[in-house]
């Protein structure tokens, strides 16, 4: 079963620091796009970051530029999501995604609609 499953999210004071990892299984990832997003209750989910096939492109948010890190280990077979400077707005459940549907892709999409497979989410709470 082809699938994606995040993990690391929690409670954290802000300033504080989270990593998410997002481990994928059923087949290899290391051609495609990956990407974070993540939805705050009562709005749409949206673009958190997201990292093309090779590594060497990556996109954020401007709410999130210079705070978070995308990362993958495709010896792993997972991507990261290092989040420094935690703020309160930065609560919402964060979802891995994937594009699976292109390969080798030089720039990877930053909209929902061009990631087709998703984890679950892990919640990410930040009190001030």
């Known amino acids: 079963q082809v699938q994606l499953v995040e993990s690391g999210g929690g409670s954290v004071q802000a300033g504080g620091s989270l990593r998410l990892s997002c481990a994928a299984s059923?087949?290899?990832?290391?051609?495609?796009?990956m990407g974070w997003f993540r939805q705050a209750p009562g709005k749409e989910r949206e673009f958190v970051a997201v990292?093309?096939?090779?590594?060497?492109?990556?996109y954020y948010t401007n709410s999130v530029k210079g705070r978070f890190t995308i990362s993958r280990d495709d010896a792993k077979n997972a991507v990261y999501l290092q989040m420094n400077s935690l703020k309160p707005e930065d609560t919402a459940v964060y979802y891995c995604?994937?594009?699976?549907?292109?390969?080798?892709?030089?720039?990877?999409?930053?909209?929902?609609?061009?990631?087709?497979?998703w984890g679950q989410g892990t919640q990410v709470t930040v009190s001030s």
């Open positions: 995604a994937a594009d699976t549907t292109k390969s080798y892709r030089p720039y990877p999409g930053t909209s929902t609609p061009e990631y087709d497979l």
């Open positions: 059923g087949r290899t990832f290391s051609s495609h796009a």
């Open positions: 990292i093309n096939w090779a590594g060497g492109v990556t």
